[in-house]
């Protein structure tokens, strides 16, 4: 009997060693490619090139100090891809959301990317905002 | 032979068979995965090797302007220490029309860089198209009405649109305003006394954004037939404030040579005329826009009006990622950089190679 045992158990072994090797297999597939960051990472030099470019005669700062939200929205339409979803927050010095109307194309769905840039106004009273500018791929 | 005996040599045999499917098996499983984590930060490296191009002036720094230099190291941007802002010459001499132009193997030398391969591009942000909608002879006049399209990939761009008219030494301006639908009209009266090849020239300057500036050339014959395609009779290389014309025949005789830009328009004063080469300095127009250079004259009894823009775009340069043995993993960025304090996109496709 106890031999009988000895070639059962080694049996079980083989299965026993087919399952951890299945397992370890199955976990290698599982651990996909890492995923392609690189198409968020152009939407995100897009989005910082655009306030970058709309800064670089201070028109952005003169925008976001008259609170003309539309000039804003219209301005950024033109300078992101048109296939891209934007959502612009502003914030004054202290953090707070000066934005009272959404800055924005569309909902933002899916991979979603965010760009952070410091305005400084050239006025009289010196004035920093914070402009955190989201951007996803409209599929 | 005891049972135990072939139990065991069964399981002996599936260890050796999952053993050796296992090594066959894997790494065509781990390929992917290692092949993955090997070009991970290609498109980082590719990216900064893109924005290089363009926050560097290139060896000598003015490059661009000197019509014999070749830059011993490549960089587009402009000496006034502006982010992404280019230097027009350098941009201009990147196109193949241009005769100063630098070509593919020498911007590749001066890159220092083997195995990337490249594409660039710079147009307009927007596009500006020109129809002409009626012509009306009446007698002695002629008129013309011409629709304007302003689109940004098929989205209407509300803009501002300066016009010229150009036909021999006759220059009409005027500017009006497209709806928000991006469509606008222009409309010219022009004597018949005058006649030969005509240009409609439409600058467009989007209202959200007063240097994101377009233009559109349009051709057409004045009482005469439909020209010939733009630069037949003469080739126009516009380099540091000088026009290069090249005329293409002994026959070919420039009547009046202009520059225009949103606001301006000016006659080109002439620098030197040799054979079949003639050459004009054009005025730097403060405003932010391009500069259509534009030559009327005759080749034979043939008349002719011919242009080029400064900065001379759209370009293109580089390799053809559409061909089959470059497509795959190209890496793409868009950029919007500066030009003369206009806008434009410039796109740019690496892409490893060898």
Redesign the interface.
């Given at each position: 009997m106890r031999r009988n045992n000895r070639g059962q158990i080694r049996v079980m072994e083989a299965f026993l060693s087919a399952f951890l090797i299945f397992s370890a297999l199955a976990i290698s597939m599982a651990l996909s490619p890492p995923a392609v960051e690189g198409n968020d990472r152009a939407l995100a030099a897009q989005g910082m090139q655009a306030l970058v470019q709309l800064d670089s005669d201070g028109k952005l700062g003169e925008m976001i100090h008259t609170e003309n939200w539309t000039a804003l929205t219209d301005a950024l339409r033109l300078l992101l891809p048109v296939g891209a979803a934007y959502n612009l927050t502003v914030y004054d010095g202290n953090m707070q959301q000066i934005t009272n109307s959404p800055i924005s194309n569309c909902d933002l769905v899916g991979d979603v990317v965010s760009v952070e840039y410091l305005c400084a106004v050239q006025s009289v009273q010196f004035e920093v905002y914070t402009l955190r500018l989201q951007l996803a791929v409209v599929r | 032979m005891?049972?135990?005996?072939?139990?065991?040599f069964?399981?002996?045999s599936?260890?050796v068979v999952?053993?050796v499917s296992?090594m066959a098996?894997?790494p065509k499983?781990?390929y992917?995965?290692m092949?993955?984590?090997a070009h991970?930060n290609?498109?980082?490296r590719l990216?900064q090797f893109a924005q290089y191009i363009l926050l560097n002036t290139g060896t000598p720094s003015d490059w661009g302007k000197n019509r014999t230099t070749l830059p011993s190291t490549f960089g587009l941007a402009a000496d006034d220490a502006?982010?992404?802002?280019l230097d027009v010459d350098k941009v201009s001499r990147l196109n193949s029309r241009n005769c100063y132009a630098i070509d593919y193997a020498e911007l590749l030398d001066a890159l220092k860089v083997s195995n990337i391969a490249l594409k660039i591009s710079i147009q307009p942000?927007?596009n500006t198209s020109i129809t002409l909608l009626s012509s009306i002879n009446n007698g002695n006049q002629t008129s013309y009405d011409f629709g304007i399209s302003t689109t940004?990939?098929?989205?209407a761009?509300a803009s501002d649109l300066s016009s010229y008219f150009v036909v021999g030494d006759c220059v009409r301006n005027t500017v009006i305003s497209t709806g928000s639908n991006g469509q606008g009209t222009v409309s010219f009266t022009v004597q018949n006394s005058v006649n030969g090849s005509a240009l409609l020239i439409v600058f467009a300057k989007?209202?959200?954004?007063p240097?994101?500036v377009s233009f559109g050339v349009y051709s057409f014959g004045h009482n005469v037939s439909t020209p010939e395609p733009n630069q037949t009779f003469t080739a126009l290389s516009p380099l540091n404030r000088v026009l290069n014309a090249s005329l293409n025949s002994a026959d070919t005789i420039v009547s009046n040579a202009y520059a225009f830009s949103f606001g301006y328009w000016a006659n080109l004063t002439q620098l030197s005329n040799a054979t079949q080469t003639i050459e004009y300095s054009f005025p730097n127009f403060l405003d932010q826009s391009a500069t259509i250079l534009a030559l009327t004259g005759f080749n034979g009894t043939k008349s002719f009006a011919e242009w080029t823009a400064y900065p001379q775009v759209p370009l293109n340069i580089g390799v053809n990622f559409d061909s089959s043995s470059l497509k795959g993993n190209v890496?793409?960025?868009?950029?919007?950089v500066?030009i003369n304090a206009a806008?434009y996109e410039l796109q740019m496709k690496c892409k490893e190679v060898g």
């Open positions: - | 005891p049972a135990t005996t072939i139990d065991t069964f399981a002996c599936l260890l999952l053993v296992a098996v894997m499983i781990m992917p995965f092949d993955g984590l991970k290609d498109d980082e990216q502006l982010a992404y802002s942000v927007f940004n990939s098929g989205l761009v989007a209202k959200a954004n240097r994101v890496a793409s960025f868009t950029y919007i500066t806008m």
